[in-house]
């Protein structure tokens, strides 16, 4: 029996990353086992800022590559990209006149992403955490596996919860928890340790993409940013140490052990010995990944049928509860 229901997306702006594998997808495929799963590409999310058409295109179909490469079965989990499914933005609107403004004021990705032009950035950004609630409680989904990034936003998918089921007298809506777990929770920019690894950050240099040749891994992990000090010995010591804590956070998840293991063994050794493990590391991990995806991008109707075929499955869960949401907010049936 499945523990519960999960969803979880990722946006198709740009080439996956070592931040959403370590940080999300890894952790989607080891749910598989233990509950019913729905992962979705979602597009809607991505037009919060430019995309070119044919871009987007050509990149929804390769996050949906990266995520068969890593392990996503589409036969167990449903995998779809939200523009299919149209109860997204219907219940988005209703969450839309349920969410205050004042919470989405709060919402730190908001700032980040709109910085100093908060004028001109798209409507869409600003109620993005709106839309992302609604891809959730769509699906009535109880647990949500994302990076730390995602936190706030989910608490603000409680909120939404619980004021329409307080507003409409129901219990209708499960408040959803948060999954955030592994030694990867928030991986950083390999050029500054205080900045999270992302798609849209310019550098190449920053991040370690998931379709990267065996030589550009080892060329980015070699030049990532370190301080001139030997690895400690202690975990406590990685506080100050942004960078260093980065670089031993990546290995642990890669090899599936804990900071203080890694540090066992390379505690007072020299970063450019640990950078080469390190990179041999991440190249076997990470190299036959990157090959599936190439293959799996060579027949773009295979990658497009089983989007599709997710997407009817998505709709069939989805549709009714819609109905039944519509019914509670007092619209007439069509
Ligand atoms: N650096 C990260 N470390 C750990 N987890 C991360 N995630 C993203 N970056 C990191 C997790 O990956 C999932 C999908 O993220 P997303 O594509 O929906 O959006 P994002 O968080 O905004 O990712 P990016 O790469 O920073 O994209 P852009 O640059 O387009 O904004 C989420 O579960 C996220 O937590």
Redesign the pocket.
Known sequence: MAKGRIF????P??NL?L??Y????RNWVRLQNDFECIYCI?DL??IT?WQEPQQLRATTREVAAGLLAAGIDPNTSILFNQSQVPAHAELAWIFNCVARLGWLNRMT?FKE?AGKDRENVSAGLYVYPNLMAADILAYKATHV??????KQHLELARDIAQKFNHDYGTEYFPLVEPLIFGE?????SLRDGMR??????PSEFSRINLTDTPDQIAQKLRKAKTDPLPLPETVAELESRPEADNLVGIFAALADKTREAVLAEFGGKSFSVFKDVLAALAIASLGPMADEMRRLMQDPAEIDRILRRGAERAQAMAAPHLREIQDLVGFLRP
């Open positions: 979880s997306g990722v946006q702006t740009g990353h931040g959403n370590l940080g999300a997808i979602v999310h991505a800022v990705q992403k596996p994302v990076g730390e990034d995602q990867a929770t928030r991986v950083m999270k690894m992302s798609k849209s950050e």
